[in-house]
């Protein structure tokens, strides 16, 4: 596994680990306002971890499509990279 896709499994297991604690502290009862900073750590680990994907992705599959000759492919790599995009920015 390279650098890149380690620290993005990192993310995730941040993310996960935070998620438990989340669901921990509103079984709990505990105070919202700690609740909802918890909540916005999770969602940052796994925006950065959206976006090294995007980069890697760009990088190395988007690359080769866009360098190749297949027009198919290269569309299809496109509409790909829009519609990730179009749900990231929801």
Do not use: P, W
């Not at 650098?3 to 009862?29: C, H, P, W, Y």
């Not at 976006?51 to 988007?62: G, I, V």
Request: hydrophobic share 40%; net charge positive; with cysteine.
């Amino acid at each position: 596994m390279n650098k890149e896709k380690q620290k993005i499994l990192i993310n995730f297991k941040k993310a996960r680990s935070l998620t438990d604690k989340l669901i921990s502290m509103v079984e709990e009862g505990e105070y919202c306002i700690d609740i909802m900073q918890q909540n916005l750590a999770a969602v940052g680990l796994l925006k950065s971890a959206h976006q090294m994907l995007l980069e890697n992705h760009l990088n190395t599959c988007f690359r080769q499509a866009m360098s190749s000759d297949n027009e198919r492919l290269q569309q299809k790599m496109t509409t790909e990279i829009l519609k990730v995009n179009k749900l990231a920015n929801k």
